[in-house]
Structure formats: C-alpha cells, structure tokens
C-alpha cells in the first residue's frame, strides 16, 4: 500500500473537490516522503478523510453497486458491464480508502493522542468516524487490512477476518464513548464537515453506528443479541440534525458528484441510470408514491407512463429513468439517516432485542415510513393514505414487511442497500429476490468487490484463493 501525500487532505480541507485536487499534489512541502509521513494538522486531515469518503461514497463507489444489485438498470448503456459485474471503475476505491482516508485519521489520530493536555473529544471524533469507514469498507470487500493497516510501518499488512474487523470497530467506538468530556477540544466547524464539533451529536451518531453494526452482526454471531438490547434507551439519531451527513451546494466545485457528472458528461441530461424491475416490484404493488419521485418518465413516455427494465435489457425512449430531481447539486450525501435508525428501531423491537413488541415495532416501522417520505416531498396527504394501507406487523409478516421498508428507504444509498439486502433472510431467500443478469461474470448474485489487482500482485497476505464476486461475506448468512 502506498500513503497519502498530506497536501493533497489539506486541499481537500479547504473545501476542494476533484477538479482542484491535481494542484495541491504539486506542493510537497508539507511532506519529508509522501509514503512515510508522520505528522500532519489533525484537524485538517480529518477533514480532508471525510471529504474524501463522502465522494467515493456518491460517486465512484454508487455506480457499479446500485448496477449490480439491481436498484437501477444499465439500460444495456453506459453501465451494462458493470450491471453484470464488472469492477473495472471501482479499483482505485480501494486505494483511495486507505491512503487518502484512513492513514489520514491514523495520523491525525496519532498526533491528537500526543498532545498534552490530551484532547479528548477530538479522539473520540476520529475514533468514530474510523469504526464507520472500516466497517463501511468491509462490508465491500469482506476480509481488509484492519490491526496492521494504514500505520505507515507495515507495507504488506494481513488481512483481519470481517468478524474480527467488525469486532474492532466496535471497541474504537467504545473507545470513543468512553473519552468524550465537557471540557476538552474537539474538532469544530469548519473541519468537521457533520456536526461541527458537537459531542453530543457525535455521542449519538456513535450508538446508532454501533447499533447498526451489531444488526449487520447478529445473524452471524447470535451472541451480539445482548449488545444490541444494552444500547436500547441510549441517546441515538433521534432527528435530522442528528443525521451523518456532507453538505454540498450549488457552487461550482462544491456539488454533488452525481450532479457534476450528468453536467459534465451529458450536458444536464439523464441518460445513464433506468428505474430497475426490482424496485418496481416493490412500489407498484401499493401504489407507493414514491415511484413518481424515484423516476421520470422516458423521453417518449406519455404523462405518468412509467416503464422499468431489468438490469441489462436496452432502453428503449418509453423506458423510465432515476428522477433527476435525485441528482440535485445541493443533495447531501447520506451516510445515516433518521429514517433508517427508526426502521432499524422497528427491527429490534420485532426481533425481540429490545422490550415493547410488535406494537411498538409497528408503530417504529410507520414513523420511519413516514420520515423517509416526508424528506422526500411526499405529501401529508399522500403519506396518510400510503400508511393506513401498510399492514400492521404480526409474528409471521415482519421480516418481510420491514425488508421492503428498509430497503426502499435505502434508495440513493446503494451501499447501505446492499448491506440491507445481503442481511434480510437466509442466502438465497434474500429480499428482495434478484435474479443473475444475463452476461454477469459470474455464476451467483453479486456479493463482496474485488481486491484491487496491484493489491493482489504486491501483498502476499492478500487472501488466496481470491473470492470472487458471488462467494459470501462472514455477515452474509
């Protein structure tokens, strides 16, 4: 693995995004060897870390997973190989998380436990935000450098196990629980890009990343059951002010990826993404107004006509596509919303890891329906209507009626998506159900990315035989 050049996270810090990147790499003052740096600005590199993920996140890592898991089609265009699982696009992510995200929060987390008086709530902050890209991370690619990664003092680190690397992000956010003080320095606006400094916003992200993690986790190791129910009554996301979240604007060089790239390379124009017979499957059904938000109608298409694909069958000009109100300059970049967090609530009580029952997972379920809407633009009105025809959650519906929530509250969040997918029944009674697209790479469903190649070629560790794309995660039962 190669490290990051810190002038590179102090433009980035600076509120730069892609295009100003380049310049920044050509001063290298601020480095002695780019590989083996060893101090940095916390504060700035922190930033610099987080800027970095957001774009991976609504950029290069959203196109080849919302193809290949089916939330859009290709349209047999532009994303036809990676709708049949090709990785192409996606290798320098793994890269880039590691060099460009996670050395940086070493460092800065190396520098910020060396100060003396020690700030505390600022190690807590990067401590956090760790557990969430290493967890993130895993999810993607399963077994990941984890306790030798990132350090700039093992070039060929091993690869921890997906339970040990989720058990470790675990302790870095107890770790993290267990600092955070009234008194000491935090990281502030305008470098940390979520809260600005505030620990008690933090404190709550913090529970609800765990909660998450061990949900992802309890399938598998059947022992996190009792995590999950100690967390019930801590303080979670419990508002939008709570939400993970980057801001971007309708400035130019500070929009969203995805709006950058429809203006960039198609003059303004959707012609990319197509509504996916997947997630037609799911709104259709019952008349869920969220479809007329989700999609637009073709170019052809009569008012209202809305027409899906499967995830490599051609366009044709009637053929819906993912509503360009969807890929708005100033949208945020999503990383936990309050909608999941209340459908996840709705999950733990459902499942019995927290007390309240059925009643009180229903009544979750509908306010978590009911936020995802609302932030939408789905009117009052329409939200009413849509609840009082959801069916009210019973020993034998929940699983199923609360995967279809979860999932269609995950649309624009293709990672969260996936997980959700990969974790909502047995393998091979996942829900929703997907078929293998004609031409995929593969035999089975899409399941893990792959290693990079020069990852593969340059660290022996790297697990051999290398899983291809359909062969399941740890979490993955």
């Known amino acids: 693995m190669r490290f990051i050049n810190y002038a590179a996270a ?50 290069e890592l959203t196109w080849p997973v919302a193809l290949s898991t089916q939330q859009w089609a290709s349209g047999a265009r532009w994303g036809l190989a990676q709708a049949q699982y090709d990785q192409t696009r996606v290798r320098s992510a793994w890269g880039s998380i590691y060099t460009d995200v996670l050395k940086n929060l070493v460092i800065a987390t190396r520098e910020a436990e060396a100060l003396t008086p020690k700030p505390n709530n600022s190690i807590a902050q990067l401590k956090i935000y760790s557990a969430f890209v290493y967890s993130q991370t895993t999810y993607l690619w399963g077994d990941i450098p984890f306790s030798e990664a990132a350090t700039g003092l093992v070039d060929k680190p091993k690869f921890d196990s997906q339970q040990d690397v989720l058990n470790g992000t675990l302790k870095l ?24 400094g505030d620990m008690a916003k933090w404190r709550r992200f913090a529970n609800s990343l765990k909660f998450r993690i061990l949900m992802t986790m309890v399938d598998a190791d059947p022992t996190k059951a009792a995590a999950i129910t100690a967390l019930q009554g801590q303080p979670v996301i419990g508002a939008r002010a709570d939400e993970l979240k980057v801001i971007y604007t309708n400035q130019a060089g500070r929009q969203n990826p995805r709006f950058s790239f429809t203006q960039i390379f198609r003059g303004g124009v959707q012609q990319d993404w197509y509504a996916s017979n997947v997630m037609f499957g799911e709104l259709l059904p019952t008349n869920d107004p969220r479809l007329a938000i989700f999609y637009q109608p ?26 360009l109100n969807l890929l708005k300059a100033d949208l945020p970049e999503m990383s936990f919303s309050l909608s999941e967090q209340y459908l996840l609530e709705a999950e733990a009580f459902a499942r019995g890891f927290w007390t309240g029952g059925l009643s009180a997972a229903d009544a979750r379920y509908r306010a978590g329906v009911r936020e995802g809407m609302t932030v939408l633009g789905v009117t009052a009105g329409q939200t009413d209507v849509f609840l009082a025809g959801l ?31 990969r974790r909502s029944g047995d393998r091979g009674s996942e829900y929703p159900t997907l078929q293998v697209p004609q031409g995929a790479l593969v035999g089975g469903l899409v399941r893990r990315l792959l290693y990079r190649s020069e990852e593969i070629t340059a660290n022996p560790k790297t697990p051999s035989p290398v899983p291809q794309q359909d062969v399941p995660m740890w979490f993955d039962k």
């Open 173 to 196: 956010i107890d770790e993290a629980l267990a600092v955070i003080d009234g008194t000491s320095r935090a990281i502030g606006a305008p470098n940390d890009l979520y809260y600005g």
């Open 10 to 59: 102090r433009c980035a810090a600076a509120g730069a995004l892609f295009l100003a990147l380049p310049g920044c790499f050509q001063d290298g003052g601020l480095n002695v060897d780019p590989n083996r740096s060893t101090s940095a600005d916390a504060a700035q590199l922190f930033s610099g870390a987080a800027l970095k993920f957001s774009l991976l996140r609504v950029g």
């Open 391 to 421: 069916p009210t959650l019973t020993p034998t519906n929940f699983r199923r009626e609360l995967n279809r929530q979860q999932y269609l509250d995950l649309f624009m969040r293709p990672l969260e998506a996936w997980v959700q997918w």
């Open 298 to 323: 073709g170019p052809s298409a009569t008012s209202g006509q809305y027409v899906a694909l499967n995830s490599v069958e051609p366009f044709t000009p009637t053929s819906s596509l993912v509503n």
